[in-house]
């Protein structure tokens, strides 16, 4: 197969450095700055929990111009740099290309669906804990790593050389007919800590310790959005999310909190506005993450 990684950094970096160790297929990774000047001239560097070792692209570019068409585009870059990344990809896909988008939220196969109709667009999202060390290289670390994938329409087993690449890989992954589902049990999750951590200024022990109750709040408003939505979110999810909190490093901060402090770009809107605004067209109220989201996007 002919693989475009689109957004090469700490989670399409790794992908992609695990699939060109698995062999056999032709590998592009796309990223910009030293980053990718680094991998032009000497491959991209993984640190792999206690592995190290070093992979070399077919292609490092910053651009899929003259490269053709792609069988596999895996997209992994900011929520907020989407619709850039599906311009700069228009001239790399058609009906038998395979679109999976790998982002922060929900609902982004929907937005590469109406942007590219007649493509095959699968849904996914993914569990990992990586990130750029130095330009040029990566590391993967804290033992987790699990992909989810699947289309919302079409049968699995529609997927199956899809399945076979990721089975060559050794990574933990599972294609599935219920990927609105996974992609909602992750987003509990990550919208729960990244709107709280960046409201409140405060890492994540902090929040166990002294807003409990209102995550708990926060992830009950985000489960009644999934239901209104048909998304069959649990008690036993809200659960897991608060056991799950009680059991991190104290001072671990989420990505958001991260960039609103450095005063980069952000996914508030992916992450926290989303559910206030489908809150809103649903008839669910969203009065905690209502305020969290409004007084985030004030302090931009």
């Known amino acids: 197969m002919k693989i475009a990684i689109f957004g090469a950094g700490g989670v399409g970096g790794y992908i992609g450095a695990r699939l060109l160790r698995a062999g056999g297929h032709e590998v592009t990774l796309v990223a910009r700055g030293k980053h990718l000047q680094a991998i032009q001239a000497e491959g991209l560097h993984v640190q792999d929990e206690e592995e190290r070792y070093v992979v070399h692209p077919d292609h490092a570019v910053a651009s899929l111009e003259g490269l053709g068409v792609y069988d596999l ?49 699968l849904n996914g999202c993914i569990y990992i804990f990586s990130n750029i060390t130095t330009p040029g290289s990566i590391k993967k670390y804290g033992g987790v790593f699990h992909l989810f994938y699947g289309s919302r329409n079409v049968p699995k087993e529609h997927y199956s050389q899809i399945e076979a690449l990721f089975d060559a890989t050794g990574l933990k992954h599972r294609l599935t007919d219920k ?44 489960k009644a959005v999934a239901n209104a939505k ?39 809107e992916a992450l926290t506005g989303y559910v206030v605004k489908a809150g809103e067209k649903l008839g669910i109220e969203t009065p905690v993450l209502g305020k969290m989201y409004a007084a985030l996007k004030d302090s931009m």
Request: contains cysteine; aromatic residues 8%; hydrophobic residues 40%.
């Open 230 to 268: 048909g998304i069959t979110l649990e008690e036993k999810n809200i659960d897991n999310v608060l056991a799950r909190v009680k059991s991190v490093p104290f001072g671990s901060k989420t990505s958001m909190q991260l960039d609103f402090e450095a005063g980069k770009q952000t996914e508030l």
């Open 179 to 222: 990927i609105e589902l996974e992609t909602w049990r992750k987003y509990l999750l990550i919208s729960a800590f990244a709107s709280m951590t960046s409201y409140y200024k405060a890492p994540l022990g902090v929040i166990a310790r002294d807003h409990y109750d209102e995550l708990a709040q926060v992830l009950a408003e985000i």
């Open 73 to 121: 585009i895996i997209l992994t870059v900011k929520s907020y740099d989407l619709d850039e990344a599906l311009e700069r990809i228009s001239a790399h896909c058609n009906s038998d290309t395979v679109l999976l988008p790998l982002l922060n939220g929900v609902d982004h196969d929907l937005e590469v669906s109406a942007r590219f109709p007649e493509a095959q667009v």
